[in-house]
């Protein structure tokens, strides 16, 4: 099962939802993962095979040695699932 880290600056208010929108994304592709909301600070140390967050947080996410999706705009579902789907394929 794949394990995915959702990422926000502070808080869980952007991380849980990316997670929401992924719990949502996934069920409907029949796709099984875990999905762990994270802020940045709690993250480090952490291990995931892919990690979902704001493009602001790139430079934070540079020596993350997995997959890293970033997101420009947040409540677009449909860049979202695409670029989730397109890093999930190539797993």
């Known amino acids: 099962m794949v394990h995915i880290a959702t990422l926000c600056g502070m808080g869980f208010g ?6 929401l929108f992924l719990d949502e994304i996934l069920k ?3 796709i099984s993962a ?4 994270w802020d940045l ?3 480090k140390g952490q ?3 892919l ?3 704001p493009i602001d947080m790139e430079d934070h996410l540079r020596s993350f040695e997995g997959k890293v999706v970033l997101i420009k705009n947040l409540v677009d579902k449909k860049e979202i699932k695409e670029k989730v789907l397109a890093a999930l394929k190539d797993e």
């Open 14 to 19: 952007t991380s849980m939802m990316l997670k």
């Open 41 to 43: 600070g709690s993250f």
């Open 47 to 49: 291990q995931a095979d």
């Open 28 to 30: 409907q592709e029949g």
């Open 51 to 53: 990690v979902v967050a």
């Open 34 to 37: 875990r999905i762990d909301p």
